[in-house]
Protein backbone atom coordinates (compact mmCIF):
# COMPACT_ATOMS: atom_id res chain seq x y z
CA UNK A 1 0.00 0.00 0.00
CA UNK A 2 1.39 3.29 -0.77
CA UNK A 3 0.75 6.22 0.76
CA UNK A 4 1.23 9.70 -0.16
CA UNK A 5 1.44 12.81 2.19
CA UNK A 6 1.60 16.36 1.32
CA UNK A 7 3.32 17.55 3.90
CA UNK A 8 5.25 20.46 5.41
CA UNK A 9 3.53 21.05 8.48
CA UNK A 10 4.63 19.36 12.30
CA UNK A 11 1.67 17.54 11.64
CA UNK A 12 2.41 15.73 8.40
CA UNK A 13 5.94 15.15 10.38
CA UNK A 14 4.37 13.67 13.18
CA UNK A 15 2.27 11.42 11.18
CA UNK A 16 5.01 10.42 9.39
CA UNK A 17 6.82 9.50 12.25
CA UNK A 18 3.97 7.41 13.42
CA UNK A 19 3.51 5.42 10.59
CA UNK A 20 7.22 4.60 10.47
CA UNK A 21 7.00 2.63 13.20
CA UNK A 22 3.53 0.95 12.43
CA UNK A 23 3.79 -3.27 12.25
CA UNK A 24 2.35 -2.60 8.36
CA UNK A 25 5.00 -4.63 6.55
CA UNK A 26 3.58 -3.65 2.90
CA UNK A 27 2.96 -0.11 3.68
CA UNK A 28 5.33 2.48 1.88
CA UNK A 29 4.70 6.44 2.96
CA UNK A 30 6.17 9.50 0.37
CA UNK A 31 6.13 12.97 1.64
CA UNK A 32 5.85 15.56 -0.57
CA UNK A 33 7.68 18.87 0.55
CA UNK A 34 6.45 21.90 -1.38
CA UNK A 35 10.18 22.97 -1.04
CA UNK A 36 9.32 26.85 -0.34
CA UNK A 37 11.37 26.51 2.78
CA UNK A 38 15.63 26.50 2.38
CA UNK A 39 16.00 24.06 5.42
CA UNK A 40 13.23 21.91 5.79
CA UNK A 41 12.83 19.82 8.71
CA UNK A 42 12.86 15.55 6.82
CA UNK A 43 10.18 13.37 8.16
CA UNK A 44 10.90 9.69 8.01
CA UNK A 45 10.17 7.72 4.86
CA UNK A 46 10.52 8.93 1.31
CA UNK A 47 10.58 12.22 0.42
CA UNK A 48 10.36 14.60 -2.55
CA UNK A 49 10.50 18.54 -3.05
CA UNK A 50 8.73 20.18 -5.67
CA UNK A 51 5.34 20.91 -7.03
CA UNK A 52 3.16 18.51 -8.97
CA UNK A 53 2.29 21.03 -11.67
CA UNK A 54 -1.16 21.27 -10.88
CA UNK A 55 -3.84 19.32 -10.07
CA UNK A 56 -3.45 17.12 -13.50
CA UNK A 57 -0.04 16.51 -12.32
CA UNK A 58 -0.92 15.36 -9.23
CA UNK A 59 -3.34 12.85 -10.86
CA UNK A 60 -0.54 11.79 -13.14
CA UNK A 61 1.76 11.37 -9.93
CA UNK A 62 -1.13 9.38 -8.47
CA UNK A 63 -1.48 6.80 -11.18
CA UNK A 64 2.21 6.65 -11.84
CA UNK A 65 3.32 6.10 -8.66
CA UNK A 66 0.34 3.60 -7.60
CA UNK A 67 -0.68 5.73 -4.57
CA UNK A 68 -3.43 4.09 -2.54
CA UNK A 69 -4.40 7.06 -0.08
CA UNK A 70 -3.49 10.42 -0.46
CA UNK A 71 -2.91 12.52 2.78
CA UNK A 72 -3.59 16.66 2.86
CA UNK A 73 -1.58 17.26 5.45
CA UNK A 74 -0.50 20.79 4.62
CA UNK A 75 -0.83 24.02 6.45
CA UNK A 76 -4.35 25.22 6.91
CA UNK A 77 -3.44 28.18 4.14
CA UNK A 78 -2.21 26.03 1.00
CA UNK A 79 -5.49 26.59 -0.15
CA UNK A 80 -4.00 25.94 -3.67
CA UNK A 81 -2.79 22.69 -3.20
CA UNK A 82 -5.52 21.60 -1.03
CA UNK A 83 -8.53 22.29 -4.31
CA UNK A 84 -5.44 20.46 -6.61
CA UNK A 85 -5.46 17.44 -4.36
CA UNK A 86 -9.50 17.07 -4.40
CA UNK A 87 -9.65 17.51 -8.15
CA UNK A 88 -6.93 14.32 -8.18
CA UNK A 89 -8.62 12.49 -5.86
CA UNK A 90 -11.57 12.75 -7.99
CA UNK A 91 -10.02 12.32 -11.19
CA UNK A 92 -8.28 9.27 -10.22
CA UNK A 93 -10.38 7.71 -7.40
CA UNK A 94 -7.76 7.99 -5.10
CA UNK A 95 -9.46 8.08 -1.44
CA UNK A 96 -8.37 11.64 -0.04
CA UNK A 97 -8.11 12.59 3.49
CA UNK A 98 -7.03 15.89 5.47
CA UNK A 99 -5.26 16.28 8.40
CA UNK A 100 -5.95 20.01 9.84
CA UNK A 101 -4.72 21.34 13.26
CA UNK A 102 -8.02 23.11 15.24
CA UNK A 103 -8.04 26.84 14.26
CA UNK A 104 -7.42 28.99 17.41
CA UNK A 105 -10.44 30.46 19.36
CA UNK A 106 -10.37 33.98 20.95
CA UNK A 107 -10.75 34.18 24.96
CA UNK A 108 -11.59 36.50 27.69
CA UNK A 109 -9.54 39.57 27.39
CA UNK A 110 -8.36 39.23 23.56
CA UNK A 111 -9.05 42.15 20.77
CA UNK A 112 -9.39 40.32 17.82
CA UNK A 113 -10.17 41.90 14.68
CA UNK A 114 -10.94 39.24 12.06
CA UNK A 115 -9.82 39.63 8.49
CA UNK A 116 -10.83 37.36 5.40
CA UNK A 117 -7.64 37.86 3.39
CA UNK A 118 -4.08 39.40 3.96
CA UNK A 119 -5.30 42.70 1.53
CA UNK A 120 -8.20 43.58 4.49
CA UNK A 121 -5.56 42.57 7.32
CA UNK A 122 -3.75 45.44 5.46
CA UNK A 123 -6.05 47.98 5.14
CA UNK A 124 -7.31 47.21 9.20
CA UNK A 125 -3.98 48.37 10.25
CA UNK A 126 -4.21 52.24 10.22
CA UNK A 127 -7.03 52.11 12.64
CA UNK A 128 -5.28 49.94 15.11
CA UNK A 129 -1.55 50.55 15.41
CA UNK A 130 1.63 52.01 13.95
CA UNK A 131 4.14 49.08 15.07
CA UNK A 132 3.11 46.21 13.43
CA UNK A 133 4.34 42.45 14.38
CA UNK A 134 3.89 40.33 10.91
CA UNK A 135 3.61 36.57 11.32
CA UNK A 136 1.79 35.34 8.11
CA UNK A 137 5.01 34.35 6.65
CA UNK A 138 7.33 36.24 3.69
CA UNK A 139 5.09 34.75 0.82
CA UNK A 140 2.38 37.17 1.07
CA UNK A 141 4.23 41.02 2.27
CA UNK A 142 3.18 42.40 -0.79
CA UNK A 143 -0.40 43.18 0.20
CA UNK A 144 1.21 45.23 2.55
CA UNK A 145 3.61 47.16 0.69
CA UNK A 146 1.58 49.67 -0.10
CA UNK A 147 1.46 50.97 3.69
CA UNK A 148 4.19 53.86 4.11
CA UNK A 149 3.66 55.03 7.66
CA UNK A 150 3.39 51.81 9.63
CA UNK A 151 6.79 49.79 11.18
CA UNK A 152 7.26 46.31 10.73
CA UNK A 153 8.46 43.19 12.34
CA UNK A 154 8.26 40.80 9.84
CA UNK A 155 9.14 37.05 11.72
CA UNK A 156 9.66 34.04 9.06
CA UNK A 157 11.53 31.05 8.56
CA UNK A 158 13.78 32.56 5.21
CA UNK A 159 14.46 35.60 4.25
CA UNK A 160 11.60 37.82 2.64
CA UNK A 161 12.20 39.19 -1.19
CA UNK A 162 10.45 42.32 -2.90
CA UNK A 163 7.69 43.58 -2.29
CA UNK A 164 7.78 44.19 1.15
CA UNK A 165 6.96 46.85 3.20
CA UNK A 166 9.24 49.71 2.94
CA UNK A 167 9.84 50.28 6.94
CA UNK A 168 10.89 46.80 8.34
CA UNK A 169 12.90 44.71 10.51
CA UNK A 170 13.02 40.78 9.62
CA UNK A 171 13.49 38.40 12.22
CA UNK A 172 14.63 35.01 11.12
CA UNK A 173 13.28 32.41 13.34
CA UNK A 174 11.43 29.55 13.52
CA UNK A 175 9.00 27.72 15.90
CA UNK A 176 8.01 26.60 18.94
CA UNK A 177 8.04 30.24 20.90
CA UNK A 178 7.52 30.38 24.57
CA UNK A 179 5.31 32.79 26.13
CA UNK A 180 7.95 34.77 28.17
CA UNK A 181 10.20 35.35 24.90
CA UNK A 182 6.91 36.56 22.23
CA UNK A 183 5.75 38.81 25.69
CA UNK A 184 9.70 40.26 25.71
CA UNK A 185 9.16 40.75 21.65
CA UNK A 186 6.08 42.72 21.85
CA UNK A 187 7.75 44.45 24.73
CA UNK A 188 11.55 44.99 23.37
CA UNK A 189 9.86 46.40 20.04
CA UNK A 190 6.98 48.67 21.34
CA UNK A 191 4.39 46.55 19.10
CA UNK A 192 0.91 47.91 19.30
CA UNK A 193 -0.56 45.74 16.71
CA UNK A 194 0.11 41.71 15.78
CA UNK A 195 -1.14 40.17 12.27
CA UNK A 196 -1.41 36.56 11.97
CA UNK A 197 -3.31 33.98 10.31
CA UNK A 198 -5.34 31.55 11.97
CA UNK A 199 -3.08 28.37 11.07
CA UNK A 200 -4.03 26.77 14.90
CA UNK A 201 -1.48 24.96 17.02
CA UNK A 202 0.58 25.45 19.88
CA UNK A 203 4.02 26.12 18.13
CA UNK A 204 3.19 30.20 17.36
CA UNK A 205 -0.24 30.39 19.72
CA UNK A 206 2.19 31.89 22.84
CA UNK A 207 2.24 35.25 20.71
CA UNK A 208 -1.80 35.35 20.93
CA UNK A 209 -1.17 35.03 25.11
CA UNK A 210 1.51 37.47 24.96
CA UNK A 211 -0.72 40.15 22.56
CA UNK A 212 -3.44 39.14 25.27
CA UNK A 213 -1.70 39.84 28.63
CA UNK A 214 0.12 43.27 26.89
CA UNK A 215 -3.75 44.53 25.60
CA UNK A 216 -2.32 44.41 22.32
CA UNK A 217 -4.75 44.26 19.10
CA UNK A 218 -4.77 41.34 16.93
CA UNK A 219 -5.77 41.05 13.08
CA UNK A 220 -6.58 37.43 12.64
CA UNK A 221 -6.61 36.09 8.66
CA UNK A 222 -9.20 33.44 8.54
CA UNK A 223 -8.36 30.34 7.18
CA UNK A 224 -9.78 29.11 3.87
CA UNK A 225 -11.74 26.00 3.72
CA UNK A 226 -11.07 22.67 3.28
CA UNK A 227 -12.75 21.73 -0.50
CA UNK A 228 -16.47 20.31 0.09
CA UNK A 229 -16.99 16.09 0.65
CA UNK A 230 -13.24 15.67 1.81
CA UNK A 231 -13.67 14.24 5.15
CA UNK A 232 -11.75 15.57 7.96
CA UNK A 233 -9.31 14.62 11.03
CA UNK A 234 -7.82 16.96 13.50
CA UNK A 235 -4.69 14.64 14.99
CA UNK A 236 -1.76 12.85 13.03
CA UNK A 237 -3.43 9.66 15.37
CA UNK A 238 -6.83 9.93 13.68
CA UNK A 239 -5.13 9.79 10.39
CA UNK A 240 -3.33 6.82 11.25
CA UNK A 241 -6.38 4.88 11.94
CA UNK A 242 -7.75 5.80 8.48
CA UNK A 243 -4.20 4.51 7.52
CA UNK A 244 -4.95 1.37 9.03
CA UNK A 245 -8.59 0.98 7.79
CA UNK A 246 -7.81 1.63 4.07
CA UNK A 247 -4.58 -0.58 4.50
CA UNK A 248 -6.83 -3.67 5.65
CA UNK A 249 -9.15 -2.82 2.67
CA UNK A 250 -6.33 -2.98 0.84
CA UNK A 251 -4.63 -6.55 2.25
CA UNK A 252 -8.16 -8.17 1.85
CA UNK A 253 -10.18 -6.36 -0.72
CA UNK A 254 -12.83 -9.18 -1.03
CA UNK A 255 -13.14 -9.03 2.86
CA UNK A 256 -16.69 -7.87 4.23
Not at 64 to 80: K, N
Not at 151 to 165: E, I, K, Q, T
Not at 215 to 233: D, I, L, S
Request: charged share 20%; aromatic share 4%; glycine share 10%.
Amino acid sequence: MHVLILGGTTEARRLAELLAAEPLPCLRVTNSLAGRVAAPRTPPGEVRVGGFGGADGLAAWLRGHEVDLLIDATHPFAGTISFNAARAATTTHVPLLALRRPGWLPVEGDVWHEAGSLTEAAGLLPALGRRVFLTTGRMGLAAFAHLDDPWFLVRSVDAPGAPHPPRMEVLLDRGPFTLDGESELLRRHRIDVVVTKDSGGAATAPKLTAAREAGVPVVVVRRPPVPGGVTVVAEPRQAVQRVREAYARCAHPDAG
